[in-house]
T-cell receptor, first 112, second 110 residues
Framework: KAGVTQTPRYLIKTRGQQVTLSCSPI?????VSWYQQTPGQGLQFLFE???????NKGNFPGRFSGRQFSNSRSEMNVSTLELGDSALYLC???????????FGQGTRLTVV | TQLLEQSPQFLSIQEGENLTVYCNSS?????LQWYRQEPGEGPVLLVT?????EVKKLKRLTFQFGDARKDSSLHITAAQPGDTGLYLC??????????FGPGTRLSVLP
């Protein structure tokens, strides 16, 4: 069974630009969650999509948005990038019932 | 206030030593997971514990869920350099999805 695939692995963007990250979950998993990880804040929950609908949302500004397609693939978009958005962005795939999450390798975003 | 607290925050030991790390909360959970994360990679699910008092073993790793389902421990026997990483505990909190503790950063020196 293929794991969770995130693309791209690394990204360098300029302040003010926007970025789109992609996540392909494990086949059969309908829940995709996104997390931001920084050294100071740890793993922070961004949002969860389940069957193309946003089911949960963390405490992040509206610049962070996402969507999920009918094949469960998900994208996350960050607009008007700020230096503080530099982080490892992780996507997690699960059945959506709490049994455990399976993470991709992450996208390392650097904003300069 | 964090939902989950982990201790110690950092741990550096020699190869062959034993260690225990802890995950604590004042809340009761239906299940709890442990993950290990290596630098630059995503966390990898190690185990899910669901029953109070449950003990699960994964090779040299022993996981225990507290009787009251508020805390958990991870014990590593004869640690090896390959055990180095960030150990995270997490719970599934409806409305917040998976909530992670701050982690214990373990370094095993050869």
């Amino acid at each position: 069974k293929a794991g969770v695939t995130q693309t791209p692995r690394y990204l360098i963007k300029t302040r003010g630009q926007q970025v789109t990250l992609s996540c392909s979950p494990i086949s059969g998993h309908r829940s995709v969650s996104w997390y931001q990880q920084t050294p100071g804040q740890g793993l922070q929950f961004l949002f969860e999509y389940f069957s193309e609908t946003q089911r949960n949302k963390g405490n992040f500004p509206g610049r962070f948005s996402g969507r999920q397609f009918s094949n469960s693939r998900s994208e996350m978009n960050v607009s008007t990038l700020e230096l503080g958005d530099s982080a490892l962005y992780l996507c997690a795939s699960s059945l959506g019932t709490g049994g455990g999450a399976f993470f991709g390798q992450g996208t390392r975003l650097t904003v300069v | 206030t964090q939902l989950l607290e982990q201790s110690p925050q950092f741990l550096s030991i020699q190869e062959g030593e034993n260690l225990t790390v802890y995950c604590n909360s004042s809340s009761v959970f239906s299940s709890l997971q442990w993950y290990r994360q290596e630098p630059g990679e995503g966390p990898v699910l190690l185990v899910t514990v669901v029953t109070g008092g449950e003990v699960k073993k994964l090779k040299r790793l022993t996981f225990q869920f507290g009787d009251a389902r508020k805390d958990s421990s991870l014990h590593i026997t004869a640690a090896q350099p390959g055990d180095t990483g960030l150990y995270l505990c997490a719970v599934y909190n409806y409305g917040q999805n998976f909530v992670f503790g701050p982690g214990t950063r373990l370094s095993v020196l050869p």
